[in-house]
């Protein structure tokens, strides 16, 4: 009963036309013209690297005198710039970041599960949510700012430049990051995860809880960390809530009146001694390490974490 | 099972239309399930309440600020001096006009150097190379908008501006504000550009190269054309980025309204303006608070308009493959 195993012999015949005729248009690659033009091409590629290395590399210059241990530890001074620091700035940042991922996550990935998995795509105030997420995600982060400063004031808090200020201004500005990241971890979970649990008698909030966010959670959590680092350096929608700069004292809660790492950033640029400029170079480092660390956590979790189907 | 049992028990005769019955999947109601959807689609409705809130927001000052100054005025004036106690000024062109400069400079370097490298990941990189330097790419569009403001005016412009090019610019000048912040959209061009021109189909390509051609001519004249709608969304999507941009604006290119085209002079954009008039001590409701509002509303009215475009930009190139 065995079938003697003959070499397809139109198969392969078909294969080794396909092979040779085949063009890819690498063999004209090496005229004069097409050697410039992907000579531009590296270069556009480049350039922008070039840049962020110049970039990093002056401003570590810049700032090579202040690396020491009073920069983290010490508050601001106005008195002696060459002592000043960036501890309240740092822990506000952190605070700022807390309050943020509280108010942003919760209902990022409620909207994402809602629009994935529940929502009827053809109903029209769907289809609304939609365009208008696509639209949230492109308005400059100052609107957010004046759309903070009133949301304070109907909320009745006299001072806007508290915590929970910073963080409903900056949590609005990440969320549409947030829902459409995790709507692409939710799509990458193939369908028949679904389809088996409910198969299974499941209902279908059971099998997203169960199932679906389970498998998605890598990918919601590194939507999660880029939308996080992006706020981190945000300066815009502090500077309207009116956040403090001159800060000497540890922020102790979400009503607490703080200041920022880039609002200082951006304070001591503005200022006329050396000796802030410096430290504001030195800062830019610490800062640009906090979103480096966060950007390498994300690519760390995708990378160890994420499944392909 | 017992639903089994159940129907097993009314074929035997005592159910009246027990034959007839069918298996009913959707019929049961669940409030647990209609409960967890309506605190879902709440959620989802935050994003309403926020476009919602953004309008009234900007609105209401806004009409305040109209019933005080005539709404031509505002458009077509050409000084902008909302803090003269005498005599002051609210023609918003000066802001407009710093704007669209320092946006055009950002873009005459973004679209070049953007689709440049898109092409290049797109048509000549290999996969892994691809996986490697696209994340480095967007490396540059997460690096905050005031460590760009400070490269700008601590490198930028005395180092490359005046003594590497020996131009004569002022301290703060739309040109290095444009450049830097043209930097920081490459990106954005880039990475949805890559994306229109990875969707343009294979058959297209691989009917070029049998017609004898090489890839750069591939690239210009195949796939180029195919992705231009996409294309065009991105370079829409970055001009709608460089024009709500603060921070690069507000440190590099100054604040002081300057109705000038001389991209060597400092002039004030219309964030810089939000964000510096912001940080000022203005009362609720004065007429300079109001400003803010009003100058924000024009923003988001300009930047709305691009979204609008890219969006249906975006769905047409979307149906075409």
């Known amino acids: 009963m065995s079938t003697p195993v003959i070499p397809d012999r139109a198969n392969v015949a078909a294969r080794t036309a396909r092979e040779t005729v085949q063009a890819t248009g690498r063999g004209r690659d090496r005229t004069p013209g097409s050697l410039v033009f992907l000579g531009a091409l590296w270069f556009s590629l480049f350039f922008g690297v070039m840049v962020l290395m110049l970039l990093i590399v002056s401003t570590a210059l810049d700032g090579a005198g202040r690396f020491d241990g009073a920069l983290l530890t010490n508050y601001f001074s106005r008195v002696r710039p060459e002592e000043t620091g960036f501890r309240a700035g740092i822990l506000g940042s952190m605070w700022l970041m807390l309050g943020t991922a509280t108010l942003a996550v919760p209902i990022g990935i409620a909207s994402a599960l809602y629009l994935e998995e529940f929502a009827d795509r053809h109903r029209w105030y769907n289809r609304l949510i939609e365009l208008n997420l696509q639209n949230l995600a492109a308005v400059p982060s100052v609107v957010y700012g004046l759309l903070a400063v009133a949301t304070m004031a109907l909320l009745g808090f006299q001072v806007t430049g508290i915590v929970l200020g910073g963080a409903i201004a900056l949590a609005l500005l990440i969320l549409p990051v947030i829902i459409i990241t995790t709507r692409e971890a939710l799509r990458a979970v193939p369908s028949e995860i679904r389809f088996g649990s409910l198969a299974l008698g499941a209902t279908v909030w059971q099998t997203t809880w169960r199932q679906t966010l389970p498998a998605a959670v890598p990918g919601i959590a590194t939507g999660t960390i880029l939308g996080l680092s992006r706020a981190i350096g945000e300066a815009a929608p502090l500077l309207l809530l009116g956040v403090a700069v001159g800060v000497r004292f540890d922020p102790n809660g979400f009503l607490s009146a703080f200041t920022a790492l880039p609002m200082q950033i951006y304070n001591m640029t503005s200022q006329p001694q050396a000796e802030f400029q410096t430290a504001a170079a030195a800062a830019i480092i610490v800062l640009l390490v906090m979103i480096l660390g966060m950007n390498t956590l994300a690519i760390v979790i995708r990378n160890k974490f994420q499944k392909t189907w | ?321």
């Open chain 2, 1 to 321: 099972m017992a639903a089994l049992m159940d129907s097993t028990g009314s074929t035997s005769g005592s159910g009246p239309s027990g034959a007839q019955r069918t298996l009913d999947l959707g019929g049961r109601s669940r409030p647990g399930e209609t409960l967890i959807k309506t605190v879902l689609f709440t959620c989802a409705f935050v994003s309403i309440i926020t476009t919602i809130g953004i309008v009234i927001t900007l609105i209401v000052p806004t009409v305040e600020f109209f019933s005080e100054v005539r709404p031509l005025d505002f458009l077509v004036g050409t000084e902008w001096k909302p803090n003269d106690s005498v005599d002051p000024l609210y023609g918003v062109l000066p802001l407009v006009s710093a704007t669209f400069l320092i946006t055009i400079i950002a873009l005459l370097v973004a679209v070049p150097l953007g689709l440049g490298a898109a092409m290049y990941l797109s048509e000549y990189a290999s996969p892994r190379v691809r996986r490697r330097l696209k994340p480095t790419l967007e490396l540059l569009a997460g690096v905050p908008s005031v460590v760009y403001g400070f490269f700008a005016l601590s490198v930028v412009t005395p180092l490359v501006l005046q003594d590497l090019l020996s131009l004569d610019v002022g301290f703060t000048n739309a040109l290095s504000a444009g450049l830097v912040l043209g930097v920081m959209i490459i990106p954005t061009v880039a990475s949805l550009s890559e994306d229109a021109m990875s969707a343009v189909p294979l058959a297209l390509r691989q009917g070029s190269f049998a017609m004898g051609a090489n890839r750069m001519q591939t690239t210009l004249r195949v796939v180029f054309p195919a992705a231009l709608s996409g294309i065009a969304a991105a370079i829409v999507l970055g001009l709608s980025r460089a024009v709500g941009e603060t921070m690069i604006v507000t440190l590099a290119a100054g604040s002081l309204p300057n109705l000038s085209a001389n991209p060597s002079e400092g002039m004030q954009a219309m964030t810089a303006y939000i964000a510096v008039t912001a940080g000022g001590e203005n009362p609720v409701g004065s007429t300079t608070y109001n400003t803010l509002f009003v100058v924000g509303a024009l923003l988001f009215a300009i930047t709305l308009v691009i979204n609008m475009i890219s969006i249906a930009l975006v769905r047409r190139y979307r149906q075409e493959y």
